[in-house]
């Protein structure tokens, strides 16, 4: 098969890119090992959109124009709930089942070619990608690749230098849950307090400390969060199957026995059943690019704007190296800052963009730029500049 751009991913900003470099008129394929879009936002089930709009205000008020604001039209129109202040920012809730409808909607109308099912499993520069499909092998050339796999899969497979810090300080990855059968308000307080019991009287394990809950804004649904330390796994490594392996399952037989007690235990909560997994456990950080441009959250923090700058990151530095709860940083005054296009370009290496989570940036930085809305935003960012350059066999 031969295309304009090559989009490995098809997250927040895989969906972003290729929608976006497809409008523009590039050939685009995106290869996603799912059967569906969404990456974090639907295999993962986490569900608010952090960082589409600006800090603090009366009301939300979009930082980034285009698909990202349109996406967020797309989620209000199908849950019925808008933008919701918390503390400083404004966050909209979304609901991972309409995240993978509404993604299909936009890949088809867009008119995307979508590899579900296949994992890109080599990379030429030239570009030529090998994708498998259940023992297939495939194989793709491409004017461009653009990595939104979330992992800067392209700079292990092509021995590029990559940006990582220290297991200790890697962010630390969470399990979602989805639940049904609760009766009530969802009373966060009662609910905590219910399981520093349980874990005093020993019949909930410690970890159980990390889990929390929040309505779906469906009757009945929460979604549960279970932040993990890492150490269930014996040292935390989010590239390495065998510590995911430990991670999947010390998810799931923590909320087991979480909803177990609280079936027992809360009012509300006698019916209260996991409904279903996430497809794999939420992962908040592992490899970065080296790109042209570094961006710091030092930049972050002092809202620096930049001339070359292609989208606005408006999120705090949003640390979380423990399993208790986040720690915030905000910028100067609530500014946004700008993402310079060489965050987005791979240093020395021509036609390899990279967008989300994985851009060229520092650990603080990352903590800022991961979320949703602003990963829209890089995934829009680099489908353009890819059309921009119009890089491809059309
Ligand atoms: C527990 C948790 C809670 C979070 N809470 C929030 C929140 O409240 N709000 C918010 O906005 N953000 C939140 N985030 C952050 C946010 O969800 C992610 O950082 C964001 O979704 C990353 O998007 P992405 O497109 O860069 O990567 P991903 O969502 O990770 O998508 C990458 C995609 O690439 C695919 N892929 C990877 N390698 C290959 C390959 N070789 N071949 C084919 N496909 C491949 C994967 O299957 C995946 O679908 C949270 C994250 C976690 C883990």
């Known amino acids: 098969m031969k295309v304009d751009v ?19 008129g590039m050939k685009t394929v995106m290869v996603e090992r799912h059967g569906m879009a969404g990456g974090m936002g639907t295999a993962s089930l986490v569900h608010t959109f952090c960082g589409l709009y600006f800090i603090d205000g009366d009301e939300a008020r979009h930082a980034n124009p285009g698909l990202p604001e349109e996406f967020a039209d797309r989620m209000e129109m ?25 993604a299909d909607e936009m890949l088809r109308e867009s008119g995307v070619q979508v590899l579900f099912h296949s994992d890109v499993i080599s990379l ?73 019991e349980g874990v005093r009287s020993g019949d909930l394990p410690k970890s159980s400390l990390g889990m929390h809950f929040r309505s779906s804004g469906r009757s009945g649904e929460v979604f549960g969060t279970l932040d993990l330390s890492g150490e269930e796994t014996g040292g935390y490594d989010p590239t390495d199957p065998a510590c995911l392996s430990a991670l999947e399952e010390s998810g799931r037989t923590v909320t087991n026995a979480v909803l177990g007690y609280l079936r027992k235990h809360q009012e ?30 030092a930049e972050i923090l002092a809202g620096e704007r930049c001339k070359d700058e292609v989208a606005l990151a408006t999120w705090p530095l949003e640390l979380r190296e423990t399993n208790r709860g986040p720690k915030l940083r905000y910028p100067e005054g609530g500014k946004a800052s700008g993402i310079p296009s060489g965050a987005l370009r791979v240093a020395g290496v021509d036609g390899l963009y990279v967008a989300g989570r994985c851009i060229s940036c520092d650990h603080e930085a990352q903590a800022s730029i991961r979320v949703m809305g602003t990963c829209f935003a890089t995934g829009q960012a680099v489908g353009r500049m890819v059309a921009r350059t119009g890089a491809g066999f059309g």
């Open 78 to 102: 199908a849950t019925g709930a808008g933008p919701v202040k918390m503390g400083r920012v404004w966050v909209l809730p979304q609901h991972p089942v309409e995240f993978a409808r509404i």
């Open 124 to 196: 030429e520069p030239g570009w030529r990608a090998k994708v498998a499909c259940r023992g297939e092998i495939r194989e793709i050339e491409a004017g461009a690749v653009i990595d939104a796999s979330g992992d800067a899969v392209g700079a292990a497979m092509l021995g590029l230098p990559d940006d990582r810090v220290a297991a200790d300080r890697l962010q630390r990855p969470a399990y979602v849950s989805g639940i049904q059968g609760v009766v009530g308000e969802l009373e966060g307080l009662a609910l905590s307090g219910r399981l520093v």
């Open 6 to 24: 090559l989009v490995i991913g098809g997250g927040s900003a895989g969906l972003a890119a290729a929608v976006t470099a497809s409008r523009a």
């Open 268 to 297: 509300g909560w006698g019916m209260a059943y996991v409904s279903h997994w996430p497809a794999r456990a939420g992962v908040r950080e592992s490899r970065r690019y080296r790109g042209e441009v570094i961006l710091t959250g």
